[in-house]
C-alpha cells in the first residue's frame, strides 16, 4: 500500500503570505489526488480534487499540483488568512475505492 | 443536501462494552466508507459498502467489529468487548459512486476507560 509523506512540521506563516504544503507518496500514482481540511475535532473537508492527468486546479485561493514524476503534490493558499489556520490532509485513491491519508499538515496563520 | 451524519458525537465506555455508532449519508449516494482517526494520525479505512453490499474490510477490522447497511440507506458500525485501543474518532463518509469526492460526516470521538 501507499505510503504517504506530509511535513510533519506545523507551518506558521505571516497573514498575507502564501502556504505552501507538500505530499509525497512512494508507489503508483494514483487516479487522483485530493486535499481535505480538518479543524480539531471535526471531520474532513473537501477541498480539491487532482486527476493524474491534470498539472494544476484551482479554486479561489486555493492551487493544487500534481507531478506523478516526482509523486509529489503541492497546496497552496495564496493571501493567507487566520481562518485558514487549520490541518490539512493529503489523500490518494487506492483500488478506486478507499482513500489512503497522509498524517496531516498543520498551517497557523499568525495575524 | 444535508451532509453526512453521524450519531452520537461523543461516546464514552467502560472497557468490555458494546457500542454502537450510526451514520446518515448524503441521499443518493451509493458508497458509504468507515475510516478511524487517532490523534496526531491521518484516517485510515476500515469498511466500505456499495448500496446495502460490504465490498471490503481492512485488515483493521477485527472481529469484534462489525457493519452493516441493511437497507442501503443509513450503516451501523458496532464494536463488542471495547479495549482501550479502541479510542479513536470514528468517521463516516460517503460518495455518488466508486471514484468520486468522499464526503465526511462530523465523526463519532469514542473513549474507552
Known amino acids: 500500500s501507499q505510503k504517504i509523506e506530509q511535513n510533519s512540521e506545523a507551518l506558521n506563516i505571516q497573514e498575507g503570505k502564501t502556504a505552501t504544503l507538500t505530499c509525497n507518496y512512494t508507489?503508483?500514482?494514483?487516479?487522483?489526488l485530493q486535499w481535505y481540511r480538518q479543524d480539531p475535532g471535526r471531520g474532513p473537508v473537501f477541498l480539491l480534487l487532482?486527476?493524474?492527468?491534470?498539472k494544476e486546479k484551482r479554486k479561489e485561493r486555493l492551487k493544487v499540483t500534481f507531478d506523478t514524476t516526482l509523486k509529489q503534490s503541492l497546496f497552496h493558499i495564496t493571501a493567507s488568512q487566520p481562518a485558514d489556520s487549520a490541518t490539512y490532509l493529503c489523500?490518494?485513491?487506492?483500488?478506486?475505492?478507499?482513500?489512503?491519508f497522509g498524517k496531516g499538515n498543520q498551517v497557523v496563520v499568525i495575524p | 443536501d444535508t451532509g453526512v451524519s453521524q450519531d452520537p458525537r461523543h461516546k464514552i465506555t467502560k472497557r468490555g462494552q458494546n457500542v454502537t455508532f450510526r451514520c446518515d449519508p448524503i441521499s443518493e449516494h451509493n458508497r458509504l466508507y468507515w475510516y478511524r482517526q487517532t490523534l496526531g494520525q491521518g484516517p485510515e479505512f476500515l469498511t466500505y459498502?456499495?448500496?446495502?453490499?460490504?465490498?471490503?474490510k481492512s485488515r483493521l477490522l477485527s472481529d469484534r467489529f462489525s457493519a452493516e447497511r441493511p437497507k442501503g440507506s443509513f450503516s451501523t458500525l458496532e464494536i463488542q468487548r471495547t479495549e482501550q485501543g479502541d479510542s479513536a474518532m470514528y468517521l463516516c463518509?460517503?460518495?455518488?459512486?466508486?471514484?468520486?469526492?468522499?464526503?465526511f460526516g462530523p465523526g463519532t470521538r469514542l473513549t474507552v476507560l
Open positions: 487532482i486527476r493524474e492527468n491534470e
Open positions: 463518509a460517503s460518495s455518488r459512486t466508486s471514484g468520486d469526492t468522499q464526503y
Open positions: 508507489n503508483y500514482s494514483p487516479a487522483y
Open positions: 459498502f456499495q448500496n446495502e453490499a460490504q465490498l471490503e
Open positions: 489523500a490518494l485513491t487506492e483500488g478506486n475505492n478507499r482513500l489512503a
